[in-house]
């Protein structure tokens, strides 16, 4: 029932900034959690950040705190990731995803989640 789109990827230098956009489609989005994944070459997909239906509550790995920022537009079905400070370890493909129910939690496990995007690839040069 959600269909999700990434844009926003590319390459960037070192300290340089980027937004990735997920827009999905379906009813209900406001009610979905969304999270942003990402998978090095040769690492495991993982979390980076995830957000609840309604935006209330966020979540951060560690190593990104302070550095991406998530955020939603429900009016636009779409979920943001805002990526400052950029470093090398940071190339990566990264998706989004969304959950089928509808919750006020937000969720940062492969498995918490239903509808994937394509990913998109976030090259940082050093």
């Known amino acids: 029932q959600v269909q999700l789109v990434e844009s926003g990827g590319g390459l960037v230098q070192t300290g340089g900034s980027l937004r990735l956009s997920c827009a999905a489609s379906g009813r209900a989005f406001s009610n979905h959690a969304m999270g942003w994944f990402r998978q090095a070459a040769g690492k495991e997909r993982e979390c980076v950040a995830a957000?609840?239906?309604?935006?209330?509550?966020?979540y951060y790995v560690d190593y990104v705190k302070g550095r991406f920022t998530i955020s939603r537009d429900n009016a636009k079905k779409t979920v943001y990731l805002q990526m400052n400070s950029l470093k090398p370890e940071d190339t990566a493909v990264y998706y989004c995803a969304a959950r089928r129910d509808y919750t006020a939690s937000y969720y940062y496990g492969i498995y918490d989640y239903d509808y994937w995007g394509q990913g998109t690839q976030v090259t940082v040069s050093s």
């Open positions: 957000i609840s239906g309604l935006g209330g509550r966020t």
